[in-house]
Nanobody, 126 residues
């Protein structure tokens, strides 16, 4: 089993920045994928970004809505994934969830991820 714990959410003004962290514990994998999703009130959970790693390297993928503003990264030694969020907009307000899976590639559906964190609230004021 893998446990995921998010942190770093909060309240920020439009144009500001936040960095979310997701620490994984329990079983670890030499290759896999960790990603971020978000869910705003009344909306479905949507893909934001994910990073896959394997012996051949890492690859990151982003939703069009955050490309150029958000950056996902991973610290292997800490088994932690980060989401640096810059130029935040009020429409970025949501609960942000960390997710993990054992596959390597490009998949965006929530059903593709086996493990989930509890979520952290991000609120962007105008």
């Amino acid at each position: 089993q893998v446990q995921l714990q998010e942190s770093g959410g909060g309240l920020v003004q439009a144009g500001g920045s936040l960095r979310l962290s997701c620490a994984a514990s329990g079983r670890t994998f030499s290759s896999g994928t960790m990603g971020w999703f978000r869910q705003a009130p009344g909306k479905e959970r949507e893909f934001i970004a994910h990073i896959s790693w394997s012996w051949s390297g890492r690859n990151a993928y982003y939703a069009d809505s955050v490309k150029g503003r958000f950056t996902i990264s991973r610290d292997n030694a800490k088994n932690t994934v980060y989401l640096q969020m810059n130029s935040l907009k009020p429409e970025d307000t949501a609960v942000y969830y960390c997710a993990a899976a054992q596959w390597v590639g490009r998949r965006y559906a929530t059903t593709e991820y086996e493990y989930w964190g509890q979520g952290t609230q991000v609120t962007v004021s105008s």
